[in-house]
């Protein structure tokens, strides 16, 4: 690689991590107005993961890189919508665990189904050619998660 080709892949690199983040973000957003349940980002990531087990108000806080209180808002409001329940921890009785309700499964599943419809009509008008440079760049950035997430450990 000559210096021209090394710039140009250094300025494709910056692009691309200042880009990922935006097309993501507006990719939540538009979901966001077309979706039938009202809900922001974050309480569909609580809600995803104490549908995949329960969790404990430090960890749902720590995962959604927000403070302690606001998760328990956060929380609350969803346990007023009937989506979530919280139980004492088996293996620490001073904590408590938030699970997924049958109604926050439901909804959780609902919204899954919905995202998935949205994304799929818009896909469907995609060239092959597109969709498997699409399929390709999920394998990668699921590679790149697993390299950063392991930086974390």
């Known amino acids: 690689m000559g210096l021209t080709a090394d710039v140009r892949r250094s300025r494709h690199l910056d692009d691309i991590a200042e880009a990922l ?3 993501a973000s507006a990719l939540s957003h538009l ?3 077309h979706a ?8 569909i990531g609580v809600l995803r993961a104490v549908c995949e087990r329960a ?8 995962a959604e890189s927000v403070t302690q209180p606001a998760i328990t ?8 919508r009937g989506w979530v329940s919280r139980q004492p921890d088996p293996d620490d009785r001073r904590a408590v665990l938030v699970t997924a309700t049958p ?4 909804a959780f599943m609902q919204l899954r189904m919905e995202y998935r ?3 799929h009509e818009e896909m469907a008008t995609l060239s ?7 399929a390709r760049a999920v394998e990668i950035l699921d590679y790149l998660v697993e390299r950063l997430t392991e930086r974390d450990h």
């Open 117 to 119: 419809a949205l994304l």
């Open 73 to 80: 808002l956060l929380v609350n409001r969803l346990e007023e």
């Open 55 to 62: 969790q404990r108000i430090t960890s749902l806080a720590a």
């Open 21 to 23: 983040p935006r097309r």
């Open 103 to 106: 109604a926050g499964r439901q």
């Open 31 to 33: 979901f966001l107005k």
């Open 36 to 43: 039938t349940i009202a809900v922001s980002r974050t309480e």
């Open 128 to 134: 092959d050619g597109d969709v498997e440079v699409l």
